[in-house]
């Protein structure tokens, strides 16, 4: 029987040549450059620490800077040369759980964010964790009503999700072309011939769209497995997980997650660290034009002529966070099954009397990239770090 690890290879390189690229300008004509690199002793300098009241009404406590360091929040990992942003383990508060959101100083356009993550919060009840793109601040300095300059949640999912869930953000008048429905890993040629392998779960990205429930916005879900049909796999392997979020995707050693923001479209990878392509693409940590033509299918493709891409997605942050219950892990608590698994009524009672549930609630990002057209800038550079027991290294 063949390894997951061949199958995989097998895959990629399947849904590779069977990839159809009309003719984009934006796609063909110019290399991405890199421009930002905020991995390791780069990434801290580069972001605020988000220190207020939650806007999805989460039950946590977001901590500033000094605040997060003195309580091991933050920190460095030595050996991996990755950056660790974990959420307290050890207290009971009737406040909230303490945890960090983290805010890019600067904010970006079109353009490539690569982002090699080796561990996130896992599937635990009660955790909502994130990593996304946010409009900042206007012209003037104000912070824009949201979703007013758009939402990109790269990787997002709560309770014991275990499937990533990709999803756009904006105010009325911005719907993709569900003609780029797939389903599991069945590939079909969508807007601009360019498929995916995930499944539309809703295609207005409205947040306040009639039929689509509160905040939803246009959603695609990663595949949780792709089909021996396009793999050339032995007949006793027919399906091969594709761990995209949660317990699964710490367990299988993470891997990259690419977003590709164009003025005609958003795509997202998954590419496992277990892969072939990231071998032979990620693994050096040296690739300083990457070209996604070469990558396969994403697992999500947003599209079409109902968005002006442009308009709706403008000057974009990134952010990491884990907050706790809130507007979609509280809201899901009972339906989605945590109340009878924890046997506890509420997800605010779980998430303040059982602080060891949540030591695995952690991120840990050994790379975090942007590349885009055109000429290059000088990427941040981080002053030192006091080094600290163990593989952790203070902020």
């Keep these: ?199 539309m779960s809703t295609s207005d990205c409205d947040v306040a769209a009639p039929g689509q429930g509160k905040n939803v916005g246009c959603s695609i879900h990663a595949p949780s497995s792709l089909p021996s049909n396009i793999q050339t796999a032995d007949s006793n392997t027919p399906l091969m997980p594709l761990p995209s979020y949660g317990t699964a995707f710490n367990t299988a050693g993470g891997g990259i997650y690419a977003m590709e923001w164009t003025y005609t479209f958003i795509n997202v990878w998954f590419i496992p660290r277990k892969s072939m392509l990231y071998d032979t693409t990620f693994a050096s940590n040296t690739t300083t034009t990457p070209d996604p033509a070469t990558w396969g299918p994403p697992i999500a493709h947003f599209a079409g002529t109902g968005c002006d891409f442009t308009e709706r997605f403008k000057d974009l942050k990134i952010i990491f966070d884990t907050t706790f219950c809130g507007q979609w892990a509280g809201k899901e608590w009972e339906e989605g099954g945590c109340r009878a698994k924890t046997g506890v009524q509420t997800c605010e009672a779980y998430v303040r009397d059982n602080p060891a549930a949540f030591e695995d609630a952690f991120w840990e990002v050994s790379g975090l990239k942007w590349y885009q057209k055109g000429d290059d800038a000088k990427p941040v550079v981080e002053k030192g770090a006091k080094a600290m027991r163990g593989r952790w290294f203070g902020v």
């Design 1 to 199: 029987m063949r390894s997951i690890n061949s199958l995989l290879t097998a895959v990629l390189a399947t849904l590779s040549s069977n990839i159809i690229v009309n003719a984009l300008d934006e796609r063909s004509t110019t290399a991405y450059k890199l421009t930002d690199d905020l991995s390791y002793k780069n990434f801290f300098t580069a972001f605020d620490f988000f220190s207020e009241a939650d806007p999805t009404d989460g039950f946590v406590q977001y901590q500033t800077r000094s605040s997060a360091i003195s309580q091991n929040l933050v920190g460095f990992l030595e050996d991996t040369k990755s950056i660790f942003m974990g959420v307290d383990y050890k207290t009971k508060d009737p406040k909230g759980r303490a945890s960090v959101r983290l805010e890019s100083i600067r904010t970006w356009n079109q353009g490539l964010l690569i982002a090699d993550i080796r561990h996130m919060p896992s599937s635990i009840c009660g955790t909502w964790p994130a990593f996304w793109l946010l409009s900042g601040k206007n012209k003037d300095g104000k912070e824009l009503a949201w979703p007013v300059g758009g939402e990109i949640d790269v990787l997002e999912g709560v309770n014991d999700y275990t499937i990533n869930a990709v999803t756009l953000h904006t105010s009325t008048g911005c719907t993709v072309d569900n003609s780029t429905t797939s389903g599991q890993g069945n590939i079909r040629d969508g807007t601009n011939g360019l498929p995916f392998t995930g499944t």
